[in-house]
């Protein structure tokens, strides 16, 4: 089946760096993503990664999935108060050429100044 | 170039009314998404369109319908209202063909069910 795990809560101090975790169960995913939302705003598409890529960053981003596991994380380096948001993963679903996206929880990053 | 736009973006509705939703793409996109987000069940697909056509549908109940126009916008409706309907309604663009898939979301409909 299709689920995707998130811890819910996470709270760093200002300049640490963030490590948000996801697990995911299909095994077929060939896309996946991390999303940013802020209070009462939709979903912001923050990076992805192809199911071939161990490691991509993008500026202070940075995806790492291992695929044995099953677990994707996102690392946000020199995190600012600007970065408090909920942050999800999702993985593509269905098969073929489908634009159906499969949330986890979401986790609430909590940045103390 | 102008984001994913949905209107209305507040509504307050009582049981058993209908409502619809509007949803217009980021230009050039063809492929347009809708999922429902609630505190106790999270982001859920509800279905996806492209070209006019139903291309996938989630778990949801046959009064949850949608359609897309010819210039990609699109419409949910939800039919004989429950309070549980009670969400944030959003709706995600892409460009087909681009085999990321990137979505990108509007703002959201926040529907209250009194």
């Known amino acids: 089946g299709e689920d995707v795990e998130q811890s819910l809560f996470l709270s760093v101090r200002e300049g640490d760096s963030s490590v948000i975790n996801c697990t995911y169960t299909?095994?077929?995913?060939?896309?996946l993503y991390w999303y940013k939302q802020e209070p009462g705003a939709g979903l912001q598409l923050l990076t992805y990664?192809?199911?071939?890529?161990d490691m991509k960053q993008d500026q202070r981003l940075t995806v790492l999935l291992n695929k044995k596991d099953k677990h994707l994380s996102l690392r946000i380096a020199d995190t600012q108060t600007g970065d408090s948001a909920i942050y999800f993963c999702?993985?593509?679903?269905?098969?073929?050429?489908?634009?159906?996206?499969?949330f986890g929880q979401g986790t609430t990053l909590q940045v103390k100044p | 170039k102008a984001g994913v736009t949905q209107t209305p973006r507040y509504l307050i509705k009582t049981r058993g009314q209908q409502v619809t939703l509007s949803c217009s793409p980021i230009?050039?996109?063809?492929?347009v998404s809708w999922y429902q987000q609630t505190p106790g069940q999270g982001l859920q697909f509800l279905f996806e369109?492209?070209?006019?056509?139903?291309?996938n549908k989630g778990n949801f109940p046959g009064r949850f319908s949608g359609r897309q126009f010819s210039n990609s916008r699109s419409e949910m409706n939800v039919s004989t209202l429950e309070l549980g309907d009670s969400a944030l309604y959003l709706c995600?663009?892409?460009?087909?063909?681009?085999?990321?898939?990137?979505?990108?979301f509007g703002p959201g409909t926040r529907l209250t069910v009194t």
């Open positions: 995600a663009s892409s460009f087909h063909g681009d085999r990321v898939y990137e979505q990108y």
């Open positions: 299909d095994s077929s995913s060939t896309y």
């Open positions: 990664i192809f199911s071939n890529m």
């Open positions: 999702a993985e593509r679903g269905g098969s073929g050429n489908t634009g159906k996206l499969i």
């Open positions: 230009s050039g996109h063809r492929s």
């Open positions: 369109y492209f070209s006019e056509t139903q291309r």
